[in-house]
């Protein structure tokens, strides 16, 4: 217990807030209110500067004086080169790997995957009914299954991800949050993942495949290719990232509108705004918290000075809820990004999947998803049975541990 109350003092005084307050995990808007009202930019007792509002986030996020380097010296994280993909990297090594995958990921080749994804909720759904935990039932399986198939990942492998997978989404949070167990844990996680796709890779070299991964073995670009390691850690990151996201997406956004009645009968109403309605929900209650930029140099930030190497910690979940950005900001609306014009205000992006260079790869996808598992969901009777809520330990990445409905 002594140790656990230093954890949270310490996490408070380097983050503005502490995030194993319970209060904070069930619903932790009001907490970034509260934190906002002090400023648009602060300074932490451990000197982390935090940014809530949209527009300061916005701006960031996409000035090029702000990325990943120069290394931050262990108050947030430490990546071993070899492990590091694109999500932490600068240009030109960014703009190379990302370069790379983005093929795959097109808008285009992504809506291919439209029939394969209906069926497969079709599929989950009716396996499906009475009490049961809509995490498990469909908002896990679904992306495991579509980032798996993309990859070319046997199907009797998926098991073993869930434990790996699980701890790395756990390890994006800082290490001052996670307990020697959970860091042991978190890299025997990535080097037993990286040992899995290094022999798989393998396989796909002898025999390669129509698949994603066997077009990354190959992939060329003007002579380029991608590295041992950055091909390992690329598939790593897909597969982490391609489902953990979107299990959060579904699952935070089947329960805001299952909180929401009369946004819920809108949505069954016009089945045809679920697009809409993702970005909503993405806005409302958004799967990834928050994101890190250090300044590259010197930079001039709201009349303050953020030195070379210091860490921005973007409260991107706070800046979706800034009422100097969004009308009624605490308010599920899943007509504001459905008819913005005809309301005489369009709304700004939300900034769950980020903006500038590092904007989401597979924010196709995700939202893809999204919009089929939601519709179908809702074209069935779905309640809530009413038993508690928990939500996963997580920092940066919000989602539930179970969601238990009838179905």
Not at 227 to 234: F, G, M
Not at 366 to 391: C, N, S, W
Request: a negative charge.
């Amino acid at each position: 217990m002594e140790e656990a109350t230093e954890q949270a003092v310490e996490a408070a005084a380097i983050l503005g807030f502490d995030p194993s307050d319970p209060a904070f995990r069930a619903d932790p808007y009001p907490h970034y209110r509260a934190l906002a009202a002090g400023g648009r930019l602060q300074r932490t007792d451990i000197g982390l500067w935090v940014a809530t509002s949209y527009e300061l986030c916005d701006r960031v996020l996409r000035d090029p004086r702000f990325g990943h380097q120069p290394k931050n010296g262990g108050l947030w994280r430490d990546i071993a080169e070899r492990h590091r993909s694109f999500l932490t990297l600068d240009p030109p090594d960014h703009t190379r790997l990302r370069g790379l995958v983005s093929k795959a990921f097109t808008p285009r080749l992504v809506e291919r995957l439209r029939p394969r994804i209906e069926a497969l909720v079709d599929e989950l759904l009716d396996a499906a009914s009475g009490e049961t935990d809509l995490v498990s039932a469909l908002a896990y399986p679904l992306p495991v299954i579509v980032i798996s198939e993309m990859l070319g990942v046997p199907a009797c492998d998926r098991a073993l991800f869930k434990g790996w997978s699980t701890c790395l989404a756990r390890g994006l949070d800082p290490d001052f949050l996670l307990p020697g167990e959970e860091i042991r844990r978190r890299d025997d996680a990535r080097e037993e993942f990286g040992a899995y796709f290094r022999e798989l890779a393998a396989c796909r070299r002898a025999r390669p495949r129509d698949d994603l991964l066997s077009a990354l073995v190959r992939v060329s670009d003007g002579g380029d290719v991608l590295s041992e390691d950055e091909l390992v850690a690329t598939c790593v990151l897909l597969l982490v990232a391609g489902h953990e996201t979107t299990v959060n997406l579904i699952g935070n956004g089947a329960l805001a509108l299952l909180r929401s009645p009369e946004q819920l009968a809108a949505f069954r109403a016009r089945p045809c705004d679920a697009p809409a309605a993702v970005e909503e929900v993405l806005r409302y209650d958004p799967p990834v918290q928050l994101t890190m930029r250090a300044a590259l140099d010197d930079v001039e930030l709201e009349g303050s000075l953020i030195e070379r190497g210091r860490l921005v910690l973007l409260l991107t979940g706070a800046a979706n809820r800034d009422p100097a950005a969004f009308r009624d900001p605490d308010r599920l609306d899943l007509r504001r990004y459905a008819a913005p014009r005809a309301r005489g205000r369009e709304a700004p992006h939300h900034l769950t999947f980020g903006h500038g260079i590092h904007f989401c790869l597979g924010a196709p996808l995700a939202r893809l998803e999204g919009q089929i598992a939601l519709r179908k969901l809702f074209e069935r009777d779905v309640a809530l049975t009413g038993a508690p809520l928990a939500y996963r330990e997580n920092l940066v990445l919000r989602g539930l541990r179970a969601l238990p409905v009838t179905l």
